[in-house]
């Protein structure tokens, strides 16, 4: 058996430690490769004819693959309404209740709640703003913030908040960038 030098030993070991630095490099390349793949059959240059739902789909399956090194995912956690419980959420929907305090009850989604409700025929009740909310976002809005911002601020919907504040009188400023554009086009 041949021994190896100092030298030799340290370059073997070095050699190891590089490859151990770029697999997650090159994992992540891979990834890469595969995603703009994907991405071409999906635009209007492939003619495979992918369907967005059938590179979902893709993209779906290949996310419980796990490169080497990679930790798995914190996944959403799906929870499924026994009958009782949907019987439950129209009693308590038309007893009152909100479908926002119905979602957050039961851990799921409000549109899971109004789907619900809608598959049952039961007729769903706008929740329009209160007068002290309309004002608020009306007083926000011509501070000068955004309608994305005053939504946000007033925690509604934006088109609820817009449609409100144009109800209370409140003239809407262009949408930014609108000048710019019309100058430009010119």
Known sequence: MKMR????ACTGTRKRRRNRRLLPL??????????????????????TGVTTAAMRRILRDSA???T???TTATRRKWTRLTDEARAAVIERYEAGETSTALAQAYGVAKSTIL??????????RRQPLTAEQVSEAARLYESGLSLSQVAERVKVNQETMRVAILDAGVMLRPPTGFDAL???DK
């Open 26 to 47: 090159l994992s992540l390349l891979i990834t890469i490769i595969i995603l703009v793949g994907l991405v071409y059959l999906c635009s209007t240059n492939s003619e």
């Open 115 to 124: 789907g619900i409700l809608r598959a049952n025929s039961v007729v769903v």
């Open 5 to 8: 030098s100092k030298d030799e």
């Open 68 to 70: 080497p090194g990679e």
């Open 64 to 66: 419980d693959v796990l």
């Open 182 to 184: 019309e100058t430009n």
